[in-house]
């Protein structure tokens, strides 16, 4: 399973675009990169998934450089209710039967 | 949307005693999870279930822990006895294959044990 780096925290402003970067150096050939969002006791909840450029979807984009070493989430105009917890997760679902390994996560404070 | 569903939603128990905390995954999805997270620390894997077995599971899903679809729609995780280090969220999860598809978590049962 390839490790992930990410910030411990992250802080903004309302109306802001946040990018939170997560570093895989290991990441292997058939490996995804997915990042979820996680309220305060709340289940983790899926924002986005990629292989490689850039991938967007309603709720943020994803950009993943040539080496994919890393990867940025872009949240664009993060409002008060983005405060949350944000996963950065690499593997080959496949391969590992689907269980998610999470890190400790960026945690994002988002203030008026 | 689909949703995972968790009861109860917060369980108080005593020490020693069983518990069973219950999961409707999602109607078509084929691959069910449980993962815990102790209060301010990260998403830890418990088990994987598939086909009516057990696919995978984690050093921390010991003897005392037990997965089970006992019908069509249900999925369980039970707690033999209950130690005070079991206090915990338990959240379950299902995805309908396991091929960079997305993993739909329940809301979760907030254990506490006393």
């Known amino acids: 399973l390839a490790k992930t780096t990410q910030p411990i925290s992250m802080d903004s402003y309302e109306g802001q675009e946040v990018n939170i970067t997560c570093s895989h150096n290991?990441?292997?050939?058939?490996?995804?990169i997915t990042w979820y969002q996680q309220f305060p006791s709340q289940g983790p909840r899926f924002i986005i998934q990629?292989?490689?450029t850039k991938v967007t979807n309603e709720v943020a984009s994803l950009f993943i450089p040539a080496d994919r070493k890393s990867s940025t989430l872009s949240l664009p105009r993060v409002s008060l209710s983005d405060t949350a917890v944000y996963y950065c997760?690499?593997?080959?679902?496949?391969?590992?039967?689907?269980?998610?390994?999470f890190g400790q996560g960026t945690e994002l404070s988002v203030k008026p | 949307e689909p949703e995972v569903t968790q009861t109860p939603s917060h369980q108080v128990t005593q020490m020693g005693q069983e518990v069973i905390l219950r999961c409707v995954p999602i109607?078509?999805?084929?691959?069910f999870y449980w993962y815990r997270q102790i209060l301010g620390q990260k998403v830890e894997f418990l088990v994987s279930?598939?086909?009516?077995?057990?696919?995978?599971k984690s050093e921390i899903f010991d003897d005392q822990f037990s997965v089970e679809r006992p019908d069509g729609s249900n999925f369980t995780l039970k707690i033999r006895s209950t130690k005070l280090e079991d206090s915990a969220m338990y959240f379950c999860?299902?995805?309908?294959?396991?091929?960079?598809?997305?993993?739909?978590f329940g809301q979760g049962t907030r254990l506490t044990v006393v």
């Open positions: 990629g292989y490689k």
């Open positions: 109607s078509n999805h084929l691959y």
């Open positions: 999860a299902s995805i309908f294959r396991p091929m960079n598809t997305e993993a739909f």
């Open positions: 279930f598939y086909n009516n077995e057990i696919s995978e």
């Open positions: 290991n990441i292997a050939t058939n490996d995804y």
């Open positions: 997760l690499v593997g080959d679902s496949d391969n590992q039967g689907g269980k998610l390994i």
